[in-house]
């Protein structure tokens, strides 16, 4: 089956920073999902994103699905960002979700 | 709009009880999901329905079962309860070419 590796697998940061998060994918896919999960356990998605470039304020992502990878970026960090990243790729009917990318940010 | 609301928020079975995880939906979104969420860990898809009548297995079903009679329902059911099965469970539904919506969540756990 398809895998999906997220990295890095922590990131702690000052807010204002700014951050790249990375999702590789092992084989081609027509489905591909950026998910924020709030420290309440909320699940709440950002992007349906199977390719090219979307923005949304502050995040923006990119994905190039013929070297199977999506990056998400985050600008001007806030301390609201902090939680868990998630990456999902897949079919319209199935998706392989990442372990995630859990983004601490400092006030 | 209520979106997707799973009920119950908690829960707590002894092992071998039964149980059923209420979703709803009010988006008439054709796909809905069932996934869990073990700690630390990405979702785990159980089942997933492409429409009413429609259901088929995730990468984890074993132990679980769907029905899919309307719309706006999916049910999620629990036969034998097992420690196994402690985790989060989230519902998600969505339309074709759009992102997924998720429910609250569901935390059981079986002692």
């Known amino acids: 089956g398809i895998q999906v590796e997220q990295s890095p697998p922590d990131l702690i940061l000052q807010e204002g920073a700014n951050s790249t998060l990375r999702c590789n994918f092992s084989?081609?896919?027509?489905?591909l999902q950026w998910f924020h999960q709030n420290p309440w356990g909320q699940l709440i998605n950002l992007f349906y994103?199977?390719?090219?470039?979307k923005q949304n304020g502050r995040l923006s992502a990119t994905t190039v699905a013929t070297e199977r990878y999506s990056l998400l970026y985050i600008s001007s960090s806030q301390t609201t960002d902090s939680g868990v990243y998630f990456c999902?790729?897949?079919?319209?009917?199935?998706?392989?979700w990442g372990a995630g990318t859990k983004l601490i940010i400092k006030p | 709009n209520a979106g997707v609301t799973q009920t119950p928020k908690f829960r707590i079975l002894k092992i071998g009880q039964s149980m059923t995880l209420q979703c709803t939906q009010d988006?008439?979104?054709?796909?809905m999901y069932w996934y869990r969420q073990d700690p630390g860990m990405g979702l785990k898809l159980i089942y997933y329905?492409?429409?009413?009548?429609?259901?088929d297995k995730g990468e984890v079903p074993n132990g679980y079962n769907v029905s899919r009679s309307t719309t706006e329902d999916f049910p999620l059911r629990l036969e034998l309860a097992a420690p196994s099965q402690t985790s989060v469970y989230f519902c998600?539904?969505?339309?074709?070419?759009?992102?997924?919506?998720f429910g609250p969540g569901t935390r059981l756990t079986v002692l």
């Open positions: 084989d081609s896919v027509n489905n």
């Open positions: 998600a539904s969505r339309s074709t070419g759009d992102t997924q919506y």
């Open positions: 999902a790729v897949g079919s319209n009917y199935q998706l392989i």
């Open positions: 994103i199977p390719s090219g470039t």
């Open positions: 329905s492409v429409g009413a009548g429609i259901t």
């Open positions: 988006m008439n979104h054709n796909y």
